[in-house]
């Protein structure tokens, strides 16, 4: 059963509609509206854009892979549809999630080392003073974990589904490190909570195809690299995606995925499908993504694998209208993440911790 996430807890009881998720949310700050009140916090995604430096951080310093990582995240998003913000130490969260999510992943690490990792790179924040005290507030801080996911801790990743597929795909190896890397971004927004892995990969591959950057875009987003690497977010690829060029062309392509859905091969608005009758609206991508050159009317390079992957989605039961969603929450994303301020973030969380003296 866990190896099927059809059959998993993941599907059964974390994942949600925007709407439902929405009233969680307001249900926990309609608890203590005060509190909300004198405590104001940056917009959500800034947020989860901190939340996965810090762990990224943390990851780094330990040695930790990438889903372990990952499954750090999962944990961190899990336990803030239960718990308010404002009532937890988020440093503390974030060095337990990343603790229990090893031992999950089975890439184990010492709990008094991530405790001291976790001191040594959060002094001020974390307020574990010794050893000791780290050892009894981690343990404490991962039986409150356990128990607010109710001991569903398996987590399934868009990672499987993007290796599998990468060959099916023929698929750079720029492109399979791109689409990787918009998997690694897809953490921190709600779509890890709303679909289902394999939609999330799919739309990475995807993206990754239709946005190869070119070397132009390479050159201007340099900048925005320098500054992730100091930031320590190495594996994201906002900077390379955040373009205003490329945030068009995916508007683009994926209307025109939408529009080669809402033909006769719609099979019922639950779970919409391509087929290959209606599939040839899928060509207009490659207008629509600047994918052909119209002075010499000489194909993009990318434009075989585009067709390669519509004809698979035409021949598949995916679910176009989610991949359709999740493209453009990552593109609201990435226009987000252009004015998203590490230090105005961190300010507004240390300011409740060392208020409420958490």
């Not at 709600?190 to 195809?209: E, G, S």
Request: charged fraction near 20%; glycine fraction near 4%.
């Amino acid at each position: 059963m866990a190896a099927n996430y059809w059959e998993s807890t993941q599907r059964k009881h974390w994942q949600f509609t925007k709407a439902e998720l929405a009233a969680m949310r307001q249900a926990l700050e309609d608890e203590d509206p005060a509190l909300v009140q004198m405590y104001p916090l940056p917009q959500l995604r800034h947020l989860n854009i901190y939340f996965n430096q810090q762990i990224i951080r943390l990851g780094k310093r330990l040695g930790v892979r990438q889903q372990a990582l990952a499954t750090a995240q999962m944990y961190v998003k899990r336990f803030y549809t239960k718990i308010e913000i404002r009532r937890t130490n988020p440093f503390l969260l974030i060095a337990t999630a990343v603790y229990l999510a090893c031992k999950m992943e089975e890439t184990p690490q010492h709990i008094r080392l991530v405790g001291q990792e976790a001191r040594s790179l959060w002094p001020g924040d974390i307020h574990l003073n010794n050893p000791g005290e780290s050892t009894a507030k981690m343990g404490e801080c991962e039986f409150f974990l356990i128990s607010e996911m109710h001991s569903q801790l398996i987590i399934h990743q868009p990672y499987r589904t993007l290796t599998a597929l990468q060959d099916t795909f023929g698929l750079h190896a720029e492109e399979a490190t791109l689409a990787w890397n918009i998997i690694n971004d897809h953490y921190m927004t709600d779509l890890p909570l709303l679909y289902p892995p394999h939609i999330i990969a799919l739309t990475a591959i995807l993206l990754a195809v239709v946005l190869k950057p070119t070397t132009q875009s390479n050159q201007n987003s340099q900048q925005q690299q320098q500054q992730q690497q100091q930031q320590g977010d190495t594996n994201s690829a906002a900077s390379r995606l955040a373009m205003p060029s490329n945030l068009a062309a995916a508007q683009a392509s994926f209307a025109q995925l939408r529009a080669a859905n809402q033909g006769p091969g719609v099979v019922g608005a639950s779970t919409p499908t391509l087929t290959p009758q209606n599939s040839g609206g899928l060509s207009g991508m490659a207008e629509g993504s600047g994918m052909e050159n119209n002075s010499k009317k000489v194909p993009d390079q990318r434009w075989p694998k585009v067709s390669r992957i519509a004809t698979w989605l035409a021949e598949s039961n995916i679910d176009i209208e989610a991949m359709v969603d999740c493209t453009q929450e990552l593109i609201s994303f990435y226009e987000v993440y252009e004015s998203y301020n590490d230090k105005h973030t961190r300010e507004q969380i240390t300011r409740f911790i060392k208020a409420r003296g958490l």
